[in-house]
């Protein structure tokens, strides 16, 4: 089993990646992951069924409507839409998923660690990316701190 620092690793290695979950009507999780990754050089894609532009970006309905071949995917949704958009990963044969999760349940929904595992899609069900993406900014190294000395990052993953 990888630990979480290894999946994210490799997550962070992937060039291609979609938001799913960012907002056209106020800053969420999802558009600060969209503007990290968007200015650390990633070719990345905002996934949002009500609009088709957020701050000037394309905006897709959906993960089918991207014109790239995706290679992850961080999911910010509510939980009910989370096990949707994974869906989705496996159709399109997106190998890596990334659930946001912090101090609450976030994106995570537990039917989804087990799809990802019958799907071979690598899961990381915690933590965020703005986490592990340098350089990370102070907040997000304190928040990362917290959240492993209360055990609320898994050390290691099972898929």
């Known amino acids: 089993m990888p630990t979480l620092k290894e999946a994210a690793e490799k997550f962070l290695k992937l060039k291609r990646i979609a938001v799913a979950g960012v907002s056209s009507t106020k800053k969420e999780a999802a558009n600060y992951i969209f ?14 069924p009500k609009t088709t532009e957020i701050d000037g970006n394309p905006c897709y309905h959906n993960l089918s409507e991207i ?27 997106v190998k890596h998923v990334w659930i946001h999760r912090a101090m609450d349940q976030g994106s995570y929904s537990p ?49």
């Open 35 to 48: 503007e990290k990754l968007k200015s650390s050089g990633y070719e990345v894609f905002a996934v949002n």
């Open 67 to 93: 014109p790239a071949k995706l290679e992850g995917v961080v999911v910010c949704t509510h939980p009910k839409v989370t096990l949707s958009i994974v869906k989705q990963c496996a159709e399109l044969k």
């Open 111 to 159: 039917d989804v660690e087990e799809y990802c595992i019958e799907h071979r899609i690598n899961l990381i069900p915690a933590g965020c990316p703005m986490m592990f993406c340098r350089p990370v900014d102070f907040p997000h190294k304190c928040i990362k701190w917290v959240l492993q000395f209360t055990g609320k990052l898994p050390k290691s993953l099972n898929t």
